[in-house]
């Protein structure tokens, strides 16, 4: 069974910095792409950003939003993935889930698609 | 930026009830369209996938179709534990990945 189990949300103030973590098991997570996204209160869901897997050289994307700010990283031999949250803002106020990724190839080309959701840390941005 | 539209923003419907949600995306997109289900205070669970591929172990009550930028997601007799919120998300062109506003499905 696909277990994704965050941790390392809390209270920080404007301007502070948050690492989350996501620890994964049930599956081979050095084979997936994996993700971040969160969810405001009461809205809808927002990609955060990714990171590939050792084959794709772990390269990440990011939102705009949180480009510069955010810094996502994995450590394949723990079998977990990292949220570095810099410069918080109240805005990013949210629960952050991780999700894992599985890529098909379709059609000439390689896609991306979320299969698995964790259950969620709150991060709440507060002076 | 991809943008998906969803419609209607909120629903109320009855037990039994055949019910379709539809997305609408700025561009098209083949058929990189998923749609994920969340219930209170629970995550996001995957349903579809490829617009119209059911993901394991979902009833078979719930299907999708559509391509290129318009697509719908139907719920062919609702039961209780259908209501929530759904979210389309498109997968074929990143960054960003983009999700729909989500429809709200409640109970009449």
């Known amino acids: 069974e696909v277990q994704l189990v965050e941790s390392g949300g809390g209270l920080v103030q404007p301007g502070g910095s948050l690492r989350l973590s996501c620890e994964a098991s049930?599956?081979?997570?050095?084979?997936?792409?994996m993700d971040w996204v969160r969810q405001a209160q009461g809205k809808g869901l927002e990609w955060v950003g990714r990171i590939r897997n050792e084959a794709n050289s772990y390269t990440t994307e990011y939102a705009a939003s949180v480009k510069g700010r955010f810094t996502i990283s994995r450590d394949d031999s723990k079998n977990s993935l990292y949220l570095q949250m810099n410069s918080l803002e109240t805005e990013d106020t949210a629960l952050y889930y991780c999700?894992?990724?599985?890529?098909?190839?379709?059609?000439?080309?390689?896609?991306?698609?979320?299969?698995?959701w964790g259950q969620g840390t709150l991060v709440t941005v507060s002076s | 930026a991809i943008q998906l539209t969803q419609s209607p923003s909120s629903l109320s419907a009855s037990v039994g009830d055949r019910v379709t949600i539809t997305c609408r995306a700025s561009q098209g997109i083949g058929s990189a369209l998923a749609w994920h289900q969340q219930k209170p205070g629970k995550p996001p669970k995957v349903l579809i996938y490829d617009a119209s591929s059911l993901q394991s172990g979902v009833p078979s009550r719930f299907s999708g179709s559509g391509s290129g930028t318009d697509f719908t997601l139907t719920i062919s007799s609702l039961q209780p534990e259908d209501f929530a919120t759904y979210y389309c998300q498109q997968f074929h062109t990143y960054p960003p990945v983009t999700f729909g506003q989500g429809t709200r499905l409640e109970i009449k």
């Open positions: 999700a894992r990724d599985r890529t098909k190839y379709s059609g000439g080309r390689w896609y991306v698609l979320i299969d698995d």
């Open positions: 049930g599956f081979t997570f050095s084979d997936h792409y």
